[in-house]
């Protein structure tokens, strides 16, 4: 317990620093500024890595299921890059909400900053709950295995899609008849009140948005990582890291997304490899090795493939 409050505490800090700190003044984050942030953020999830090989092997936290020091740091960075590979798709929808609210760059970074806390809730109860399923029934591993196959081959086979409106989606028109909605920017406010009437901006409503959209993603990458282990420890640790290099990596990335489409074939090899390693978990014990590997070559092809064919 003292492990998962100091890890809760020094999350804490992080998040203050950011926003009372580095970006106490809303401002544009330029590419440079964005790339270092990811830099930092990748850096200090990767040493988290070493953490981990040290709390485990000084028996610091529960070893519910049993990891030895290396193959706990080795599922963590599975993990990780799973959580990692599967943000290409949210910061995609991220870039479209923002378009279509017309948040203007500098007051980005606010509504993510707080878009994350909630981001991080929901995770928490979504990691707690699928691993106390796990615990609780065996099967159900099967039925998370093959929710991930079926989502791999669905996007596999899925025809072009209508563009995603933000502006009519369903949480929109409910917000629309609980607060009145201000259709101007505000600053950076989420709230404001004028001849005594509360209404909420567009900043607002773009949060909730992000949230719903986070809360659906996480529909995926949740079976996908307890695909890797249901040590829970593990499980949210490389979640929060994820999410928490989410906000520089959207700045870094946003307007490079197109540039590799072929990223998503590989999340769906990634999602098929994962699914059918929970569908066999019975019976074929893939090593560590093998899972960080599969995920490091497919995300090296994708991004490799879309380079050679944008340069075609």
């Known amino acids: 317990m003292t492990v998962w409050i100091v890890f809760l505490c020094a999350i804490a ?9 580095f970006n106490k003044n809303p401002h544009i984050i330029s590419s440079k500024e964005a790339s270092k942030w990811t830099l930092l953020w990748v850096t200090l999830s990767f040493l988290f890595s070493g953490i981990l090989y040290l709390l485990y092997k000084h028996q ?3 070893n519910s299921t049993h990891l030895s020091p290396y193959d706990a740091s080795i599922k963590y960075i599975t993990g990780y890059l799973i959580e990692l590979s599967l943000s290409a798709d949210n ?4 870039a479209i909400i923002f378009a279509s609210f017309k948040i203007p760059q500098k007051f980005q970074h606010r509504v993510l900053f707080w878009g994350i806390l909630g981001a991080i809730v929901f995770r928490g109860l979504m990691i707690f709950l699928g691993v106390a399923l796990i615990n609780q029934f065996n099967w159900i591993t099967y039925v998370f295995g093959a929710f991930l196959v079926f989502t791999a081959l669905k996007m596999l086979v899925k025809k072009e899609e209508e563009e995603f409106d933000p502006q009519h989606s369903k949480v929109y028109k409910l917000i629309g008849k609980i607060f009145p909605i201000k259709h101007e920017i505000h600053g950076q406010k989420f709230f404001i009140r004028e001849h005594g009437i509360n209404y909420v901006t567009p900043l607002f409503i773009a949060l909730l948005v992000i949230e719903l959209m986070d809360v659906l993603f996480a529909i995926d990458s949740v079976p996908a990582i307890l695909a890797i282990t249901a040590d829970p420890f593990i499980v949210f640790s490389s ?9 520089s990596m959207y700045f ?3 307007n490079m997304l197109e540039k590799f489409s072929y ?5 769906i090899a990634i999602l098929t490899f994962v699914g059918v390693k929970m569908l066999l978990v ?9 899972s960080l590997g599969f995920i490091a070559i497919a995300l090296t092809a994708g991004i490799f493939i879309s380079i050679q064919k944008q340069k075609k």
Not at 239 to 247: S, T
């Open 13 to 21: 800090v992080f998040l203050a620093l950011d926003l009372g700190v």
């Open 60 to 62: 610091y936290i529960e």
């Open 91 to 94: 910061i995609f929808v991220i």
């Open 239 to 247: 979640n929060i890291f994820a999410i928490l290099g989410l906000r």
């Open 252 to 254: 870094f990335l946003a």
């Open 263 to 267: 990223i998503e074939y590989s999340l």
């Open 282 to 290: 019975h019976y074929i014990k893939f090593p560590e090795w093998m």
